[in-house]
């Protein structure tokens, strides 16, 4: 059987922490920012983990 190809989409917006949980990043902190306020600015800009099932 062929070797299954990482989906590319997930490759490029998940990354694994060294124990081995996977970090996310916000999603609506690229553009159209200026009618956002400072506070939901700054909530977005850090990365959170994926909640497991």
């Known amino acids: 059987m ?3 190809k990482t ?3 997930a490759k490029k917006r998940f990354s ?3 124990t081995g949980k ?3 990043n916000h ?6 920012l200026t009618k956002k306020t400072k ?3 700054r909530n977005l800009v850090h990365s959170q983990s994926v909640r497991e099932f």
Do not use: D, E, L, M
Request: zero cysteines.
């Open 2 to 4: 062929p070797k299954v």
């Open 7 to 9: 989906n590319s989409g």
């Open 16 to 18: 694994f922490t060294g």
């Open 22 to 24: 996977v970090k996310r």
């Open 27 to 32: 999603a609506y902190h690229s553009h159209i």
């Open 39 to 41: 506070k939901q600015k």
